[in-house]
């Protein structure tokens, strides 16, 4: 097991868990009233977590060497996901 | 093969057939059958009325309801007996029996329930009343497709001494179609389609008791049959 | 044996496995447009006072916990392509613990929830809440199986199906990254 | 019914001189032909004739509910009429799903499970509906607090009957995924969970009575019924290349 200490995959891991604590940090000392504050920070911390979904899905999922039409379909699911937030978020200000 | 279970089962139905017919004559509510025309208060005094032959006549349909399901099975056995390409019309004819057998049930529920509180809404009453009827006249679809399935095994059973004649393919389709009418039950308060209709009533269970009192002795022979072939192979 | 250099286009586990992993983003997609939709447009004030009853320190821990067990599990499947299955299924096994441990995490969460008085039809918030969750655990315990029928393919007499560990993985991911999803919609985002 | 074949060997021996049926897939085709039918029938019944889908609000009032049945009372017993003909040709689908399932390397206790989840589900998840919707329209004039209630219970019934096709999900995506002759493609199986997965997301119609949740909901709803609508024509395509590949003199495949 010790020769996985300096994988790939686990610096991957790694990586996941400081933008796991930095978007909880952000998040749970968010006391910004203003509304157009809360949009900023919304979709910033929804990016964050679109991010760690895209390294998952690079890297754990392998899907970095897979054919092209799975890495457009996962890149357009995360493309989506982000034009929904941020629509919501811009529309309800 | 054993066949003295097919026999049992075969035989379950003379039996319970006698009792189901004394509980038909016994409900206080066949001879006319009840007129869907009826209003809530008229409902409600048929009910409070006739609660003793009513409870008796249903408690007697209640457990035996469903004793034709072992006689069903039986055809599903001699429908496995036929040489058709696969099976499924015998598996099609396990499950619209099984589920056939529900909505019977469910009448029975409703006329004891409604029996059993008589001093009830009136309005009550009469939803328990149309339930009842609903559920014991109209649901024909489940037979309808049990009789197609077996009328195509029929045809389909390619030996020279075929498990049931053909005549008994045809039969289950004219059964079929007398039987259909039934599903209109529900729709006229009057007249030959209404529940308590010529067409609805008596066509549809004068139908059923002569379809069930026929295949009877057609499985009857099928299975004296099988026993022959058996003891000749043997 | 398949190789793991990244140069080679190859699909991951089998089409069949992609099939469900796409179908089903798309249809946690339409839980989160339906909890954005309640959320912003209609409900907002009461969005913003009911989230404060999360605990994000328990969504923190299911984070880590899943994106850990997301970890062994990635080690796994490199494992078992090279063939040493005792260490695949030694990874495997912390995987699944991990995953055990997501589950008690979260009926804890949920106990504590439960007995403030926040039930599932307290408010609009609650009921995506318990909605949303329920069915990221129904899909835990779904993976959780799979992940023992990938135990039992490490640790047959013969060689271990590839892509039917890899499918494994791929469905355990995406549990994992869904996760992410709900943990920053639900948890974090005001 | 090994032995049933062994008891009478007499009849393989003369059967050469009896006209067999020529295709001798008849049987599974006049079953597979009575899906896209009866789909269709029921996509009739459901959508135009029925009024159940897509379903009317769980929140309207007495009067509301009242005036819906009133309304439609004349196509809701035509719904009715023709549903009780046709339900019991959608055993006929069954009938093929397990003569296929029974092919499968598994043994036949998932069919047999299948089949006898269909069986129970027939009656909550199908008739029921129309049942109670019939009964408000045959006499419109009822007490309207009892056309209320069988205006929840149709509906309640139609929606919410999720016990019986969570199980035939399950049953269906086992069977699929230890079959290794591979009757079903995989990814059938694995769409038979989403199809599970779907009716627990149904669970919260027994509570809610707006938004996406409740019986008109969304995604209780909506999306539940997209979902089955994509499973049942997958099953359907996948129904016909199984009976299409299915060679005619494999063992087993007899009457």
Redo the contacts between chains.
């Keep these: 097991m010790r020769a996985y200490a300096d994988h790939p995959l686990t610096r991957i891991w790694l990586v996941l868990l400081l933008a796991t604590v930095v978007s909880w940090w952000w998040g749970s000392n968010d006391t910004s009233g203003s509304h157009g504050a809360t949009m900023v920070t919304g979709v910033a911390l929804f990016t964050i977590a679109l991010v760690k979904c895209r390294l998952v899905i690079r890297h754990y999922m392998e899907v970095k060497s897979a054919p092209s039409w799975l890495r457009w379909t996962c890149d357009a699911w995360l493309l989506l996901n982000f034009g929904m937030v941020s629509s919501f978020y811009w529309l309800a200000t | 093969m054993n066949i003295t279970d097919q026999r049992i089962c075969l035989w379950l139905v003379p039996g319970f057939g006698a009792v189901l017919a004394f509980a038909f004559l016994l409900f206080p509510g066949f001879f006319p059958p009840l007129s869907p025309a009826m209003s809530a208060d008229e409902v409600a005094r048929f009910y409070r009325d006739n609660v003793g032959p009513l409870r008796a006549s249903m408690i007697v349909f209640n457990f035996c309801e469903v004793m034709f399901i072992p006689f069903f099975m039986v055809i599903v056995v001699q429908m496995q007996r036929m040489k058709n390409p696969s099976r499924a019309f015998a598996y099609s004819y396990l499950s619209a029996a099984a589920s056939g057998a529900t909505m019977f049930a469910l009448a029975d529920i409703a006329w004891l329930v409604a029996a059993f509180r008589p001093e009830r809404s009136p309005q009550l009453i009469m939803l328990l009343n149309d339930l009842a009827w609903m559920a014991f006249i109209t649901p024909v679809g489940f037979i309808i497709a049990q009789n197609f399935c077996l009328a195509l095994a029929v045809y389909m059973d390619a030996q020279p001494k075929p498990v049931f004649p053909r005549w008994v393919g045809h039969f289950n389709i004219a059964t079929a179609l007398l039987m259909a009418p039934a599903a209109f039950a529900l729709v006229h308060l009057n007249g030959p389609l209404a529940w308590d209709g010529i067409l609805s009533f008596w066509v549809r269970i004068g139908t059923y008791v002569l379809y069930v009192a026929v295949m009877f002795l057609v499985v009857r022979s099928a299975i004296n049959r099988q026993a022959l072939e058996q003891r000749v192979a043997a | 044996m398949p190789s793991s250099?990244?140069?080679?286009?190859?699909?991951?586990g089998?089409?069949?496995?992609?099939?469900?992993v796409?179908?089903?983003?798309?249809?946690f997609?339409?839980?989160?447009?339906?909890y954005?939709?309640?959320g912003?447009?209609g409900s907002?004030e009461l969005f913003l006072r009911s989230e404060q009853h999360l605990s994000?320190t328990s969504?923190?821990c299911n984070?880590?916990i899943l994106?850990?067990s997301?970890?062994f599990?990635?080690?796994c499947v490199?494992a078992a392509r090279l063939g040493n299955l005792r260490?695949a299924s030694?990874f495997l096994e912390l995987g699944g613990a991990c995953g055990v441990g997501f589950l008690l995490v979260k009926v804890f969460e949920w106990h504590s929830k439960l007995a403030s008085g926040l039930t599932?039809?307290t408010n609009?918030f609650f009921?995506h809440y318990y909605?949303m969750t329920?069915?990221h655990v129904?899909?835990i315990l779904?993976g959780l199986t799979f992940l023992m029928v990938v135990r039992r393919e490490l640790g047959g007499a013969q060689a271990p199906r590839m892509e039917l560990v890899?499918a494994g993985?791929?469905y355990w991911?995406?549990v994992?990254?869904l996760w992410?999803?709900i943990?920053?919609?639900l948890?974090?985002?005001? | 019914m090994s032995s049933a074949l062994e008891a009478h060997p007499g009849a393989a021996s003369a059967s050469e001189a009896v006209p067999t049926v020529k295709n001798r897939k008849l049987d599974q085709w006049i079953c597979w032909w009575s899906l896209p039918i009866f789909y269709n029938l029921f996509g009739l019944i459901f959508v135009y004739l029925g009024k159940l889908m897509p379903p009317p609000r769980p929140g309207l009032t007495t009067d509301e509910i009242v005036a819906f049945i009133q309304k439609n009372a004349a196509s809701m017993q035509a719904a009715w009429v023709l549903l009780t003909l046709s339900l019991g040709f959608a055993s006929l689908s069954s009938g093929l799903i397990i003569v296929q399932m029974k092919r499968m390397t598994t043994s036949p206790v998932l069919a047999y499970a299948y089949m006898a989840a269909l069986a129970v589900a027939a009656l909550p998840g199908c008739l029921l509906c129309t049942t109670m919707f019939s009964l408000a329209a045959f006499r419109p004039d009822r007490d309207r607090e009892i056309i209320a209630l069988l205006y929840d219970l149709g509906l309640l019934s139609f929606v919410g009957s999720l016990g019986c096709f969570v199980t035939q999900y399950m049953v269906f995506a086992i069977a699929i995924f230890l079959d290794k002759r591979g009757i079903f493609p995989k990814w059938l199986g694995y769409m038979s969970i989403w199809g599970a997965v779907t009716e627990l997301v149904a669970t919260p119609i027994w509570i809610f009575r707006s938004g996406p949740y409740a019986w008109n909901g969304l995604i209780s709803f909506w999306l539940g019924t997209l979902i089955f609508v994509v499973w049942e024509f997958c099953l359907i395509v996948s129904l016909f290349r199984a009976i299409k590949q299915q060679p005619l003199d494999e063992p087993g495949n007899h009457a």
């Design positions: 250099s990244g140069t080679s286009r190859r699909l991951p089998d089409a069949d496995i992609w099939v469900f796409v179908g089903d983003m798309l249809i997609s339409a839980y989160f447009a339906a954005l939709f309640t912003r447009m907002r994000q969504g923190l984070t880590l994106l850990t997301s970890l599990i990635a080690l490199h260490l030694r599932i039809s609009a009921m909605v329920g069915v129904a899909h779904i890899e993985g791929i991911h995406m994992d990254f992410f999803m943990f920053s919609l948890y974090l985002m005001r």
